[in-house]
């Protein structure tokens, strides 16, 4: 194994493809051709990941992990790889059925349920789609009784609720519900997507850094474009692609070196950074979590959650 560089975490978007519309998510600025990664791009990446210490994948990105045909493949492969490895998903558990729901029960580590309403029509407003209030609550419901029945740990299951003035009557109903009945609840106020949304403000003036070009964290897409940034949707600050590079090759390319250069010399003009929410701390943005040790900015496969 190689011990001088290593890539402990990755996320993975195993599908663009979503069964959701969500107005804090800005698919209508959404520029790549909607279609599910190839496994032979991801067996490329967890095989490669696995020489240089891989610990933790995250299925989430652009898209609903549950849309890919291929998803319970995918983890199989890891899996198989990788016995210890955490996997965390990303999912408003729409897509659900008794299958996939014995499967995350016996392989995913943690679930991280996106759930923007409390009432139908609220979570209509919030997710659009084809997604119904009904059924993505049935299905977490059900989630959750199978792992009673089980006596399972697996799935951790973390229902998260960002807000706005749509939903922000119901935090208190949100947070009376699921508390008791699942691992932790989170409410957030949106990001803005860098250009995509304007929730967060953003000093200019401030040149502080995200920090993430220096943590060797990758986001790989359906296409095997990899950037540092969850919040890049269109790949804008693309640093290679394992299609044609090793993860090795990328980490240590000169595309992801420039970057950290002016993430150094905190040169944003020229970067989509410029503009961002993200390189700026603002601990407000978590307006509750049961989780008393979480804490805004901190690593965590949840990926894109501050």
């Not at 897409?221 to 590079?245: M, P, S, Y």
Request: charged share 30%; net charge positive; hydrophobic share 35%.
């Amino acid at each position: 194994m190689t011990t001088d560089l290593k890539c402990r975490n990755i996320s993975i978007e195993g599908t663009n493809v979503c069964t959701a519309k969500c107005i804090f998510c800005p698919r209508e600025q959404y520029k790549h051709k909607l279609r599910h990664m190839p496994q032979e791009i991801f067996n490329k990446i967890i095989d490669e990941a696995a020489e240089l210490g891989l610990e933790s994948i995250g299925f989430g990105g652009f898209g609903e992990p549950l849309c890919d045909p291929g998803f319970m493949k995918k983890v199989s492969y890891a899996k198989k790889k990788i016995s210890k490895l955490d996997i965390q998903v990303t999912s408003t558990l729409f897509l659900l059925n008794e299958k996939l729901t014995q499967y995350i029960i016996k392989n995913i580590d943690t679930t991280h349920v996106s759930f923007y309403g409390m009432s139908p029509e609220t979570y209509k407003n919030i997710h659009g789609g084809s997604l119904t209030f009904e059924k993505s609550k049935e299905n977490i419901l059900r989630l959750i009784e199978q792992k009673r029945i089980l006596k399972s740990k697996h799935p951790k299951i973390i229902m998260k609720f960002l807000i706005n003035e749509i939903n922000e009557s119901e935090i208190e109903q949100f947070i009376a519900f699921w508390e008791p009945i699942v691992d932790e609840v989170m409410v957030w106020k949106p990001h803005n997507y860098l250009y995509g949304r304007k929730y967060r403000k953003v000093d200019v003036s401030n040149q502080a850094s995200c920090g993430r070009p220096f943590t060797n964290l990758l986001y790989f897409d359906i296409d095997g474009r990899a950037t540092i940034c969850c919040f890049d949707f269109n790949k804008e600050l693309e640093v290679g692609n394992i299609k044609h590079q090793t993860i090795k090759e990328i980490l240590t390319g000169e595309k992801l070196k420039k970057l950290r250069d002016l993430h150094r010399d905190k040169q944003y003009s020229n970067l989509i950074c410029k503009s961002c929410d993200q390189r700026f701390l603002d601990q407000d943005v978590l307006v509750y979590s049961t989780n008393k040790n979480r804490k805004v900015r901190e690593l965590s496969m949840s990926r894109c959650k501050y």
